[in-house]
């Protein structure tokens, strides 16, 4: 390698680590350990999943800590809670709260670094590709176009791209966009110089973003049609390389197969519109697709037309798109896509890359009104945007220093409530039950990510108890002890109006207090006994929850007297790990037994070795069916047979694709002696 491109590979490499610390410096002190100032952030809630994973790495567990249980996979994607788990093993975290953090921070702060690099292999132009990113990393025009943004500052006004971190918990989002762009560039490669190995890397690329977060895969999926339609056709000659970028796609499903399988991705796409405050594809979203498909296919026909480089043209397809998909919520209210607010990062990215392009090719075709058009882009850029950097110069970082978990309410409550040995569940909203499951193992109701979920009936029964929605006046407290019975809870926890929780969403926390007894007070956060006795029941036929229409409470109150009456005999439930399960006591044959868990096709149960039926009631919990008297009934959980053909599909996939680079990787010595001979 010459030395003028070593210099210059230097001088990229230092371009790109500035941009890394400059992207990070506002929020160093972030790096601390302890809990966030901001209380309403989800980020903790990545955190315990990441504690899961930790102590179950097994990826067909069941997690029985969230949501009356659920399969591992349906918790959340892999990449990161696996990344945080694994750094909290390798470096001297003492929490994992804090290493959750460290990862989402370094995440933000990579999507400058990898478009920068990006950029300048697309463009050639380190220069403008720096001024790009630099004013990304540091400059937010979201604030300036959309009234919504402004007010939502926070404690500190940071860049947009870090104050959807801290403040609302980005993190996977913001992994997923800074993978993307190698990804794209790893896939450019595959198409215009097609070989085993490159398909390989970009396929692994594609993979890693689709298993880190949604939001980021259909962020990635958008870019690689306007990727490859602004690079395809224009020279004739790589059209059948398409085939190519297509082989790259699906080998990246595959590889993804064992924990992306079928019923996941179909259960998550059913659940996601509800979970993206009730979205729905309407007539206005279709006919806005149709008219944004004709829209970019005719902008593509002009940019060609015109002789635009396929990476201008890709700048300005993407800067146009997120744009309009942000301002139409923003301004409109109109979401064409779930949750298009969230896609006002790639709006910003785009915005500054096809800005700093479009004044690249103006001064390339002009270059003697180079220095004045700089000159004058400059000073636009920072009369706008003074506000902002002000701002950064004077931000008083201990605004967002952390503070010691100790100190939260959230902490104390989960610390009492770990102190009592609780066997059932425990019922907590707001940021509690974001945070619990990351210092303690205490199954809740609730949990952080939902779209994921088989059973969501919890989930609506929790929203009701929160809101006390769907009850008869004067019977909403008698209705939500009725349904927290029914799920097992025995600890309920209302943080009051005066609580120092973020949420403190229990509505009427009062209408509890002459049902319930008080077991422990801090302030206005009250915890309370339910009457519990265990999870499994012996009940009647006629006590199953056949039917629970709008969530009527009268539908489960048989069930729900059930579980309490203490004239029955006890069944005991002990846990093996995750799991496993064991029910044991006076079990009868000729009745079933009501376990308070989820159901799932990967449950099997027996008793004596021998194999028993597991039902299903409206509530989505397990029916058990014993057939021998007074025997424990063993339950475990393993993967569904879609699982394990997902899971051989990938493994078989990826030892092939071992097996072609090692095979490339031993003739690559006598490949290269041959160039070298010619």
């Not at 809670?81 to 470096?91: D, N, Q």
């Not at 929490?95 to 990579?110: C, E, K, T, Y």
């Not at 594609?206 to 690079?231: E, G, Q």
């Not at 047979?641 to 078989?652: F, K, N, R, T």
Request: hydrophobic residues 50%; contains cysteine.
């Amino acid at each position: 390698m010459r030395s003028d491109s070593v210099a210059k590979l230097a001088r990229t490499a230092a371009a790109a680590l500035a941009l890394f610390i400059l992207g990070i410096l506002p929020v160093a002190p972030l790096l601390s350990p302890g809990d966030t100032v901001y209380r309403d952030s989800i980020g903790p809630g990545y955190a315990s999943m990441a504690s899961f994973f930790r102590d179950e790495p097994n990826p067909w567990a069941w997690n029985r800590y969230q949501y009356c249980g659920q399969p591992a996979q349906s918790v959340y994607l892999p990449v990161v809670p696996y990344t945080v788990a694994a750094l909290s093993h390798l470096l001297p975290f003492n929490d994992i709260v804090h290493a959750n953090r460290f990862v989402f921070l370094v995440a933000a702060s990579l999507v400058p670094f990898t478009w920068f690099l990006f950029a300048v292999r697309f463009s050639g132009a380190p220069g403008w590709s720096f001024a790009a990113m630099l004013c990304f990393a540091l400059l937010s025009p979201q604030y300036g176009l959309f009234q919504a943004i402004d007010q939502d500052r926070g404690l500190a006004y940071l860049p947009w791209r870090l104050q959807v971190v801290v403040k609302y918990g980005e993190g996977p989002h913001s992994l997923g966009l800074a993978l993307a762009p190698l990804a794209l560039w790893a896939l450019d490669r595959a198409r215009l110089a097609p070989s085993s190995g490159r398909a390989l890397v970009a396929a692994l690329l594609y993979a890693t973003v689709c298993l880190t977060n949604w939001v980021a895969a259909l962020t990635l999926a958008i870019l690689t049609v306007l990727f490859i339609s602004s690079a395809w056709s224009r020279r004739p000659e790589e059209r059948l390389n398409l085939i190519w970028a297509v082989a790259c796609l699906l080998l990246a499903y595959v590889l993804s197969a064992f924990w992306l399988t079928f019923d996941l991705i179909g259960t998550t796409l059913w659940n996601w519109p509800a979970d993206a405050f009730g979205y729905r594809f309407g007539w206005l979203q279709k006919l806005l697709t149709g008219v944004g498909f004709l829209g970019l296919a005719g902008l593509v026909a002009v940019g060609r037309r015109l002789g635009a480089s396929g990476y201008a043209l890709f700048l300005s397809l993407s800067a146009l798109l997120f744009g309009v998909l942000v301002s139409g919520f923003y301004t409109a209210g109109i979401n064409v896509i779930p949750e298009a607010r969230r896609y006002a990062i790639e709006f910003a990215l785009f915005f500054w890359l096809w800005l700093m392009e479009v004044l690249r090719l103006v001064t390339d075709r002009w270059p003697r009104w180079r220095l004045p058009a700089v000159t004058l882009a400059a000073a636009v850029i920072v009369v706008l945007g003074h506000g902002q950097l002000r701002s950064l110069v004077r931000l008083d970082q201990d605004k967002l220093r952390p503070v010691p978990r100790d100190s939260t309410v959230e902490y104390r409550v989960g610390e009492w409530l770990a102190r009592q040995g609780v066997t059932g569940r425990v019922f907590v909203s707001g940021g509690t039950r974001f945070r619990l499951n990351s210092w303690f193992r205490i199954p809740q109701v609730g949990g952080v990510f939902e779209s994921g979920l088989d059973n969501r009936v919890p989930l609506h029964m929790t929203y009701q108890i929160r809101t006390a929605i769907g009850s008869e006046p004067g019977e909403s407290g008698l209705d939500a002890l009725t349904q927290l019975q029914v799920m097992g809870v025995e600890y309920l926890v209302i943080h009051g109006p005066k609580s120092r929780e973020h949420y403190r969403d229990f509505r009427e926390p009062q209408r509890m207090e002459s049902l319930l007894d008080a077991a422990h007070r801090d302030g206005d956060d009250v915890i309370y006994r339910v009457p519990f006795r265990s999870l499994a029941h012996q009940i009647r036929e006629d006590e199953i929850v056949t039917g629970y229409a709008g969530g009527a409470p009268h539908t489960i109150r048989p069930l729900a007297e059930a579980v309490i009456d203490q004239r029955r005999p006890l069944l005991r439930v002990e846990f093996s790990g995750s799991s496993r399960a064991t029910i044991s006591g006076p079990v009868r044959r000729d009745s079933p037994v009501a376990f308070l868990m989820s159901h799932h096709p990967g449950w099997r149960a027996s008793q004596g070795g021998q194999a028993i039926a597991i039902g299903k009631d409206a509530l989505g919990f397990m029916i058990l069916r014993p057939v021998l008297e007074s025997v424990p009934v063993e339950l475990e959980f393993g993967p569904t047979p879609e699982q394990q053909a997902s899971a051989g599909l990938s493994l078989v996939s990826a030892l092939f694709c071992a097996a072609a680079v090692a095979v490339k990787v031993r003739r690559g010595p006598a490949a290269w002696q041959t160039r070298i001979r010619r």
